[in-house]
């Protein structure tokens, strides 16, 4: 299997729109081969509708050696996608498989919430994956706009008081014009 087929996208396939599961989360496997195991998300394909589950649908892989590099030849051990249909998600309250319904906070934050507990099941943070701190050490180049240029108005609009006394000032000179060109008789 080249790496291009593995991003392929089944034209059959139906996109879910509203995901219940994130990465990060703790699931349980409804069916299949591993049925009964549980994991983590180590990572969500949307376009397929699948997740990566840790210790979940593992199949060993050959790896050939490379002389250059100085690295053995043998079996590895290597975890594969599995539809999302085949999971559920574990609620923290009770460590046990549930559904989940979407409920808003009085503040208008939008939250899973376990069907049989009624408890919230909070989405994983990950610290890292903030643009804010992602970008905490970042040195601006000799491309990068400075900010005081950033904050800087420079459209003002337009003056169409102006644009229309222009207008009407254009055309009564072309009316005088022609009214000029038209013969007498």
């Known amino acids: 299997m080249c790496i291009r087929d593995s991003f392929k996208i089944d034209r059959g396939q139906v996109v879910f ?3 219940r599961i994130v990465r990060g989360d703790k699931v349980f496997v409804r069916n299949g081969k591993d049925k009964g195991k549980t994991g983590k998300v180590i990572r969500v394909y949307r376009k397929k509708n699948q ?3 840790q210790g979940v649908n593992v199949k060993l892989q050959r790896v050939k050696g490379q002389a250059e590099k100085d690295t053995l030849g043998g079996v590895r051990q290597k975890v594969h996608p599995i539809h999302v249909s085949k999971c559920m998600l ?5 460590g046990k498989p549930t559904k989940i319904r979407f409920g808003f906070l009085t503040d208008g934050q939008k939250v899973r919430i376990s069907k049989t507990t009624n408890t919230i099941i909070p989405k994983p943070v ?3 994956s903030s643009p804010k701190v992602r ?3 970042k040195i601006d180049g000799p491309k990068d706009t400075p ?3 950033v904050i800087e108005v420079t459209y003002q609009g337009e003056d169409f008081a102006k644009i229309k006394r222009e207008f009407e000032e254009f055309i009564r000179e072309k009316e005088r014009r022609e009214r000029l060109l038209v013969f007498q008789e």
Do not use: A, Q
């Not at 574990?90 to 009770?94: A, G, K, N, V, Y």
């Open 147 to 149: 900010p005081e240029k």
């Open 126 to 128: 990950f610290p890292g």
């Open 51 to 53: 997740l990566l589950v």
């Open 90 to 94: 574990i609620d923290p309250s009770t």
């Open 135 to 137: 970008n905490k050490n």
């Open 17 to 19: 729109k509203r995901w």
